[in-house]
């Protein structure tokens, strides 16, 4: 596994492209992209939940549930 880091740029229709020069055989690879924008920080207002205040009607125990979804990991 090798890891690169470099920067890119978008094109005016959204396309990344990438040219990148490895020491990696030819064929396929699997890639992961992480993308740190300006673009996709938060303008530090928070999303009012108040609509949805006491509209969940759960049936049994969160704490439980909870618990239970995590020792499925």
């Known amino acids: ?6 920067k890119g740029e ?6 990344l492209r990438l040219d990148l020069s ?4 030819a064929g396929p690879v ?3 992209v992480v993308l ?3 673009s ?4 530090g207002s928070k999303y009012d939940f108040a609509d949805f205040v ?4 759960w049936q049994g125990d969160a704490v439980e549930t909870q618990r ?3 020792d499925e990991w």
Do not use: C, W, Y
């Open 30 to 32: 699997d890639l992961t």
């Open 22 to 25: 490895t020491q990696l055989p």
């Open 10 to 15: 978008i094109d005016p229709d959204g396309h």
């Open 40 to 43: 996709f920080q938060t303008n």
């Open 54 to 57: 006491g509209k969940l009607l």
């Open 68 to 70: 239970n979804l995590r």
């Open 1 to 6: 596994m090798q890891f690169v880091k470099t």
């Open 36 to 38: 740190e924008s300006a």
